[in-house]
């Protein structure tokens, strides 16, 4: 294993990463495309997670481009685990932005050494100090160059403040003013400064005012970002291919490596991070090595014990894999044809091999309702949708157990319009997408009684059935006692009588909603020699349930929710009031590192429902939040209620 890196490239859209990750990749005499699927074409923007790869005897550089759209997120956090360090890139013209701060945060929850970089230094608005001011606002980013401006302002070159030296354009010049050069002097002390305290003998030459070799300064560097004290900021354009020779130096040759993150295996040992369909090579996993692995070998998968043959394997360069015969400890492989692998996977040739940690992602916070186009389209819909989202862990699809809707759950209105479009892309199914119903339930909020008699003659045979039942109510669930003595009702009929309640279990009085939270007693009834039957007893039983649920208070039940919102602390008010006004109950508040503030608050679901636009107009897309299940609560209002179920296109049943 030689000095392998792999860096993960974040940023805001339309700062450059891709661009980047192609200049530096060419210097390096290696050519990639990136962003290549049909929705990425379609939006101009980076969706899914992509891998570039150079490799130079054995030491192995690897880049991750991750896109700069914040419902996207679950491809950072797959990047960032198989990196050792981040690379920020900044648009210099705007400074931090919005998933520049949510990058940022996802860097600090995955305790990620990292670089910033600020690009587009060659527009005309651009501004390195106020990029730093915004900068040092999130952390301690330290620069490590400066941008020089020729005579009309433009962008010619950048000024290393390690070297002390000025590195122009080709065929641009300009003048180092001394008011640059003081700053350069004024910056490179604060650096000295902030690196001598990672390194005693640095500390000890600064402090004697000594001169400091360059090579002293980068392994104090190293050790800087490696110990996440500091974060060094380049600077430059891609468009001008200016800093990008001192980006890789500083990249290939300052960043922690592999081996200093990690310590290597001797056997098969690997991470599956990310997993493609490719409609050519199949199931393709991304899997980022901690020891050797070769076509060939045998591994277990831990956890399920399932094995699996490497039969494929290929380095990562874009959309083009290479293949290989063989790959070392930090590399990032992609391994075609595994069976019983899914995302998060662990491969080890030891079945006793320690686990991996793997990264919790975020859950789905935003759902919509697909309705198929035509006929066609709804056969294939399930199966289409299971597809695209198996390999996800921010995209989900279900069924719904009480609106019987089908599902998809994502990140926001974005994420779901690139997941139906992959699903049409790929599977030809069009559908559209519609708010989904609230899962409503029905429940009782006191005892009742009733008796219902099923008698029909019509000649022959008739039937007969007489069922007697009382109901009380429950905190939840369902409960069905037989108190029933001296065979009234005989024993072979009593499976009919429970399976007639079932099934008035799932349409409820108030508008048809499954209920909840009953225990229904049958404790006398009725039965003819000749004409008592299954179906008899199962149609008086139902008939007397609903009879009885009439007497017995019917309620509406409304799920509620659990809402976590990280927000900056200047938008806390707004979401409290915003929470508030949603019937919400706020549970709790507290700090975060950052400036961020935490709110914890129970919410009717149905509230929640256009949550994540809401909070992203709300707070400029600055917050974000989590939303799980909590419980199912009492509609307390029945004007609520009915207000409620008219959003639902339902009335309150009249003879309620």
């Known amino acids: 294993m030689g000095n392998n890196r792999t860096i993960c490239v974040a940023g805001h859209s339309g700062s450059g990463k891709t661009t980047l990750i192609a200049a530096l990749m060419k210097i390096l005499g290696t050519s990639v495309e990136l962003g290549t699927s049909e929705e990425e074409k379609e939006r101009g923007m980076t969706i899914d997670l992509a891998v570039a790869t150079h490799k130079k005897g054995d030491d192995v550089f690897s880049l991750i481009d991750t896109p700069g759209f914040s419902e996207f997120i679950e491809e950072l956090y797959k990047g960032l685990q198989a990196a050792e360090t981040g690379l920020l890139i900044l648009n210099g013209e705007k400074g931090v932005e919005v998933q520049t701060e949510l990058a940022w945060n996802v860097f600090k929850t995955l305790q990620k050494p990292a670089v910033a970089f600020v690009n587009r230094m060659d527009l005309e608005n651009a501004s390195f100090s106020r990029c730093m001011d915004s900068m040092r606002q999130l952390d301690n980013?330290?620069?490590?160059?400066?941008?020089?401006?020729?005579?009309?302002?433009?962008?010619?070159?950048?000024?290393?403040?390690?070297?002390?030296?000025p590195k122009f354009i080709s065929g641009k010049s300009g003048e180092l003013s001394d008011s640059l050069q003081q700053e350069a002097a004024q910056l490179r002390e604060q650096l000295l400064e902030g690196l001598s305290m990672v390194d005693d003998t640095l500390m000890e030459k600064f402090l004697a005012e000594e001169d400091i070799p360059v090579n002293e300064i980068e392994a104090a560097l190293h050790t800087g970002m490696a110990e996440r004290v500091l974060y060094p900021v380049a600077c430059g354009s891609t468009t001008e291919n200016s800093g990008m020779n001192s980006l890789l130096h500083l990249l290939q040759d300052n960043t922690p490596t592999f081996g200093e993150s990690h310590t290597p295996a001797d056997s098969p040992y690997g991470l599956v991070f990310s997993i493609t369909e490719d409609p050519y090579l199949g199931t393709l996993s991304y899997t980022k090595l901690h020891g050797p692995i070769k076509e060939g070998d045998s591994v277990v998968v831990l956890g399920t014990g399932s094995k699996e043959h490497i039969k494929e394997l290929h380095i990562c360069h874009g959309d083009k894999p290479q293949k290989v015969g063989a790959a070392g400890a930090g590399e990032i492989v992609i391994i075609g044809k595994l069976h019983d692998v899914s995302l998060g996977a662990i491969l080890a040739a030891d079945a006793n091999a320690a686990p991996l940690p793997m990264v919790d992602f975020p859950k789905p916070v935003f759902s919509r309702a697909l309705m198929p186009a035509t006929q066609a389209d709804e056969e294939k819909m399930s199966t289409a949708f299971r597809e695209v989202c198996k390999h996800k862990a921010t995209l989900s699809f279900r069924v719904d157990d009480v609106t019987h809707e089908f599902v998809v759950s994502g990140m926001g209105e974005a994420h779901?319009?690139?997941?139906?479009?992959?699903?049409?892309?790929?599977?030809?199914?069009?559908v559209a997408m519609n708010r989904p119903h609230v899962p409503f339930k029905e429940t009782i909020q006191k005892n009742s009684e009733a008796m219902y008699r099923h008698k029909k003659q019509s000649g022959g045979r008739g039937q007969f059935g007489e069922v007697h039942l009382r109901l009380a109510p429950l905190p939840t669930g369902y409960e069905f006692v037989d108190e029933v003595k001296g065979g009234v009702i005989p024993g072979p009929f009593m499976p009919a009588v429970e399976k007639g309640i079932h099934e008035a279990l799932s349409d409820g009085v108030l508008a048809g909603y499954p209920i909840d939270g009953v225990k229904v007693t049958v404790f006398f009834g009725k039965h003819h020699d000749v004409d008592s039957s299954e179906i008899a007893f199962k149609i008086a039983s139902a008939q007397a349930f609903k009879l009885a649920m009439q007497d017995a208070g019917p309620a509406l039940l409304e799920p509620i929710v659990k809402l976590t919102v990280l927000t900056p602390r200047e938008y806390t008010g707004d979401i409290m009031s915003s929470l508030s006004g949603k019937r919400g109950k706020i549970l709790g508040m507290g700090s975060v590192e950052g400036g961020i503030d935490k709110i914890e608050a129970e919410v009717p679901q149905a509230e929640t429902q256009e949550y994540a636009i809401e909070l992203k107009s709300l707070t400029q897309g600055r917050a974000t939040f989590q939303r799980e299940f909590l419980k199912y609560q009492v509609v307390g209002s029945p004007k609520l209620a009915e207000e409620l179920l008219k959003r639902e296109g339902k009335e309150v049943a009249a003879a309620v």
């Open 416 to 430: 779901l319009s690139a997941a139906t479009d992959r699903v049409k892309n790929r599977f030809k199914v069009s």
């Open 141 to 165: 980013f330290v620069p490590l160059e400066l941008p020089i401006r020729g005579d009309d302002g433009s962008f010619v070159g950048y000024f290393n403040l390690i070297k002390m030296q």
